[in-house]
């Protein structure tokens, strides 16, 4: 490199004194001292996050890593793979503090969400991709700042799995759903079954409630006509009369029925001759 040279935006150079770390120089018209400083060059960055082997960007990057075969936590192995994005805050510590930055994102991108995965069950991975992202980028946190970048986001790509497994899983879905259909029709059941209950037991306290209503009204009317008779006649004869009453309904009973024979006691001439002076 020459010795008076630009640097793009947003990228910087790392400048070494006698092979040593000495400065970090940012965007614009820079130069460095013949014989005695040279440029860091990170070759074999391929290019990621670096242009011509000695810019380091400082833009938002993304990796994508390989699939990597994982073991979930039910015994299910899937292939999965995600995309990292990330961004170098420090350059001299994303140069110096870790050998070949881009390829140690994607190692422990990789091994983050093959331990993630490993702890959950497929069915968790499938449903809860959001809540496992997350979990993966708190684990690069842990790296973040001894290699000097910040990771904004992790993303799952895709989860892939066998023919067995897919097959597995949409017997286990159509039996999950059977077995809602029926927990939920004994469920309706009973609840009809409550409701009917629940219905009869109301139409059986209003007619009770019925029914004494009616006896306390013929018990209060038996009451009155009673004391009226005591204001009219002894009270002797007052019980007659009552007896009387009740003799001839409980007669009227018995007679209802055509086929029901009837004897009169030898004393219901005698019952009927009340004198009520």
Known sequence: ????????????????????????????????????????????????????GCYIELSEQQTDTPPRQCQTLDNVTIDANASVYWKILDPAKAVYDIDILPKSIADVALNALRANIGAIKLDQVLSERQNLNEKISAKLMEVASKWGVIFTRVEIQEINYSNETAEAMMQEMTAERKKRALIAE?????????MKAKSEAEANY?????????????????????????????????????????????????????????????????ALEIDVN
């Open 1 to 52: 490199m020459a010795i008076i040279y630009t640097v793009p935006q947003n990228h910087v150079v790392l400048v070494k004194r006698f092979g040593k770390h000495s400065r970090v120089q940012k965007d614009g018209l820079r130069f460095k001292i013949p014989f005695i400083e040279t440029i860091k060059y990170v070759n074999n960055w391929n290019n990621i996050a670096s242009k011509n």
């Open 206 to 270: 209003i007619r009770a409630k019925s029914d004494a209503d009616v006896l306390t009204i013929i018990a209060k009317s038996e009451r009155d006509y009673i004391s009226k008779l005591k204001e009219e006649i002894s009270t002797d004869k007052a019980s007659q009369i009552i007896l009387f009453q009740k003799y001839i309904e409980g007669m009227k009973i018995i007679t209802d029925n055509p086929s029901n024979k009837v004897f009169l006691p030898t004393n219901f001439k005698k």
């Open 186 to 194: 004994a469920e309706g059941k009973a609840k009809a079954e409550i």
